[in-house]
């Protein structure tokens, strides 16, 4: 059974940053596409970063340079590194699998 | 960046009717490859979106043969024949013919 589980949100002060990690089951993560999503009231949901199976990585113009993302093949797991967060980066975050499973999903908000 | 218009951005329906919401893009979905990059998700209250069509008009797994995509280029339309309570929720479409990838604004149904 395919399963991610994200975890590494919460509260961060402007210009701080958080380490989100999405761990995979059920199926290998560098066979696959992964892609990182976010969700807000405001801007519905804004695709963020993709990798690749081949380690090739893209990212919205809105966190480049500030976003990293990255896998770990030995511990299956995604992560989507965030620096210099902004209050618009306030968001709940998903990964998802190829675009045909998304994971619960990790809330982050930034503000003083 | 591609733009996707849903229309409309709510619908009330009684069940067992029929409903239907158009998705259209600024930019034709229709790859050299000869395959259409469209999708459409369902986000069920308090859950992350999960993928019911993909590629214009093929049903992912397990999705009831009520659902139905179609469409080509920039004009797509995701039908459902008889609405059941089940299928409320806020629908979305989405490309990735190219990133970034976008969504539309969703359509939020309800049942009357």
């Known amino acids: 059974e395919v399963q991610l589980v994200e975890s590494g949100g919460g509260l961060v002060q402007p210009g701080g940053s958080l380490r989100l990690s999405c761990a995979a089951s059920?199926?290998?993560?560098?066979?696959?596409?992964m892609t990182w999503v976010r969700q807000t009231p405001g801007k519905g949901l804004e695709w963020v970063s993709i990798i690749y199976s081949g380690g090739s990585t893209y990212y919205a113009d809105s966190v480049k340079g500030r976003f990293t993302i990255s896998r770990d093949d030995s511990k299956n797991t995604l992560y989507l590194q965030m620096n210099s967060l902004r209050a618009e980066d306030t968001a709940v975050y998903y990964c998802?699998?190829?675009?045909?499973?998304w994971g619960q999903g990790t809330l982050v908000t930034v503000s003083s | 960046d591609i733009v996707m218009t849903q229309t409309p951005l709510s619908l009330s329906v009684t069940p067992g009717q029929p409903a239907s919401i158009s998705c259209k893009s600024s930019?034709?979905?229709?790859?050299?490859?000869?395959?259409?990059?469209l999708y459409w998700y369902l986000q069920k209250p308090g859950q992350p979106p999960q993928l019911l069509i993909y590629e214009v008009s093929n049903r992912f797994s397990g999705l009831p043969d009520r659902f139905s995509g179609s469409g080509s280029g920039t004009d797509f339309t995701l039908k459902i024949s008889r609405v059941e309570a089940e299928d409320v929720g806020v629908y979305y479409c989405?490309?990735?013919?190219?990133?970034?990838?976008?969504f539309g604004q969703g359509t939020r149904l309800e049942i009357k």
């Open positions: 989405m490309q990735s013919i190219q990133l970034p990838t976008t």
């Open positions: 998802v699998r190829d675009l045909s499973f």
């Open positions: 059920g199926f290998t993560v560098s066979s696959d596409y």
């Open positions: 930019q034709s979905l229709l790859h050299t490859d000869g395959r259409t990059y």
